[in-house]
């Protein structure tokens, strides 16, 4: 069983920052990519980033330039930077594994972001 726990989710005034962190645990797959997804109020889930385990970085084109993400693969973690918040950010954040290997995906719970005056 694989567990995804995120951390740091918060309220913040626009133009400000916020880091999230998810720590992975259990039997995860060999090789994997991790990402960061986010669903606002009556929206689809999408996508924001991913890092894969050799550090390839992908960013959605509402948050390239503002989002940063990185792994610790010792730690089994991943983060993501979020500087220049905007109210269209706010949503609940998820935590993501994909393995490589064979395609089976993990969610965390999610943690909500609120950017607010």
């Known amino acids: 069983q694989v567990q995804l726990v995120e951390s740091g989710g918060d309220l913040v005034q626009p133009g400000g920052s916020l880091r999230l962190s998810c720590t992975a645990s259990g039997n995860i797959c060999s090789i994997y990519d991790m990402g960061w997804y986010r669903q606002a109020p009556g929206k689809q889930r999408e996508l924001v980033a991913t890092?894969?385990?050799?550090?390839?970085?992908y960013y959605s084109g509402s948050v390239k330039g503002r989002f940063t993400i990185s792994r610790d693969n010792a730690k089994n973690t991943v983060s993501l930077q979020m500087n220049s918040l905007k109210p269209e950010d706010a949503a609940v954040y998820y935590c993501n594994i994909f393995c490589v290997g064979t395609s089976r995906q993990y969610w965390g719970q999610g943690t909500q972001v609120t950017v607010s005056s």
């Open positions: 890092i894969t385990s050799s550090g390839n970085l």
